[in-house]
């Protein structure tokens, strides 16, 4: 045995003294600079006490290694993972600091936007619409009275134009009170074939209660084209109900609308009741769900159409309506109220039933 070996026992002290000094400024570095440091002195690669143990090792006795081996592993592997611990602690530790965030305080609940009822119900039936060839226009809200009634062949004395029904900005400007309007401004802008969707906000001087809204949201639809009859129509919004709202039974009554002639209104088989008569449907078994008709000529001339060439139908709904029936909601101003209690029911399952 050399001479110059050192002893197991001094060199097992020596690991010990180096964990007992490691340990501590380790475990209490109060900044990453601070811990680096400790690194650098304990666990450098160059001049890291550990290091110069680690050498030391080489000088064991043959017959000694395995014992000095196995302490100094074991000492390098605790306090290596106590450097690896505090490093750790300090970064979170500074990132919670940086954001100005109480780590303790429990999280706020996260909250996701959802389509509005009405919405869903509006891209549902512009989907069906679509695959039928008709196309979405947009027009404004704030209208001229020819836009809004004279071009739609409304006589100058109709009572919708009264101050007591339409919401006036100036004399001849006003909120539409209907999405027809649309009608003339694509029929202006494109030449037949047409075929379009129209959804938007209308406004009217209706009380705010139960079934009505002085604010709401209507779809025009308005097809017109060379031969189109009331056979068009008939079969569209047939078919139309059946896509929408399932196997329902709809059926025509003879109305009246200055822009059409025939005019119809559609009524469906009331969801609710399924035709035996509710309340909602007023024990009449069916739901009016939206006006239609073959468009005047008169109309079509004010839009620059030749009526003598061309025809057309067209139809005008309330998707409000319509949702509260799908959805079977008892009163209009619940769409209005945003309480997001409410709105999550129907909202997150995209076009499912509540
Ligand atoms: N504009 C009508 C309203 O607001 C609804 C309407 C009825 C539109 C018949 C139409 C239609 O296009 O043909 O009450």
Redesign the pocket.
Same mark, same amino acid.
């Given at each position: 045995m050399a001479t110059d070996d050192t002893s197991l026992e001094t060199f097992l002290r020596r690991i010990e003294e180096f964990e007992q000094d490691a340990t501590p400024a380790l475990r209490d570095a109060a900044t990453p600079e601070e811990l680096e440091a400790a690194r650098i002195r304990f666990l450098g690669d160059r001049s890291g006490l550990l290091k110069s143990i680690q050498r030391e090792l080489g000088s064991l006795a043959k017959e000694d290694k395995p014992a000095g081996g196995r302490a100094f592993n074991q000492v390098k592997t605790r306090v290596e993972a106590l450097h690896e611990e505090r490093g750790r602690a300090l970064a979170d530790a500074s990132r919670g600091a940086s954001s100005g965030r109480d780590l303790t305080m429990p999280p706020r609940r996260q909250w996701s936007g959802a389509k509005h009822p009405v919405t869903l119900v509006i891209e549902e039936i512009a989907e069906i619409f679509r695959e039928l060839g008709f196309t979405i226009a947009l027009g404004p809200q704030v209208e001229t009275e020819w836009y809004n009634f004279g071009a739609l062949n409304f006589p100058p004395d109709h009572p919708a134009m009264d101050a007591h029904d339409t919401l006036y900005l100036r004399d001849d400007i006003l909120l539409r009170?209907?999405?027809?309007p649309v009608?003339i401004r694509t029929l202006q802008r494109f030449p037949p074939p047409i075929r379009i969707l129209a959804p938007g906000d209308?406004f009217r001087r209706d009380f705010f209660d139960a079934s009505h809204a002085p604010m709401f949201a209507?779809i025009? #639809?308005?097809c017109v084209d060379e031969g189109i009859s009331f056979v068009d129509l008939k079969t569209m919004l047939t078919n139309f109900a059946r896509r929408f709202f399932g196997a329902a039974r709809t059926r025509f009554r003879p109305s009246y609308?200055p822009?059409?002639e025939p005019?119809a209104e559609m009524d469906v088989e009331c969801q609710l009741c399924k035709g035996a008569g509710c309340p909602v449907c007023k024990q009449t078994g069916w739901t009016e769900i939206?006006?239609?008709?073959m468009v005047h000529p008169a109309v079509l001339e004010s839009a620059g159409v030749d009526p003598e060439k061309y025809t057309g139908w067209?139809? #005008?709904m309330g998707p409000a309506r319509i949702a509260l029936q799908r959805y079977d909601i008892p009163d209009i101003r619940i769409l209005y109220d945003s309480d997001v209690r409410f709105l999550e029911q129907i909202a997150r399952p995209a076009g499912g039933d509540a």
């Open positions: 009170t209907h999405t027809s009608q209308v209507q025009e #639809g308005l609308f822009f059409t005019s939206l006006g239609s008709g067209a139809f #005008g």
